[in-house]
């Protein structure tokens, strides 16, 4: 889930955002293993996703926002909150990284 959040930005940047980036469902770590957020899909439900974001600072909650649901390019972001695009960025990989990280904390308990 979370890199295909990447993948939409990163497309943004470059201008060729697709309306449905497609998962791959062989995505690898650098150690050759599958993506534990990948292989446990089925687990992160909307309920899961909403108190991790929740919990994420306003900054990188908005950017965030604004990034996938509104699907606006960092650039327009940085416009929208007064900041620059280099903020804008890290508040985006921020953001991401520590939803992954409570994502992965609240499923280790859930071992499916």
Known sequence: ??????????RQKRGT??????????????AG???????R???VSREL???GIKRLDPAERDALRMATRER???DTIAGHLGTTPT???EHL???LLSLRAWLLENLSGKES
């Open 41 to 43: 899909k089925a687990d």
């Open 1 to 10: 889930m979370i890199l295909v959040i990447s993948s939409t930005i990163a």
């Open 17 to 30: 955002l697709l309306t449905e980036p497609a998962a791959d469902p062989n995505l690898t770590d650098a």
């Open 87 to 89: 903020e804008v960025a």
């Open 33 to 39: 293993e599958q993506d534990i957020l990948v292989v």
């Open 72 to 74: 606006q390019s960092v």
């Open 49 to 51: 996703l909403r108190e």
């Open 93 to 95: 990989r921020t953001g």
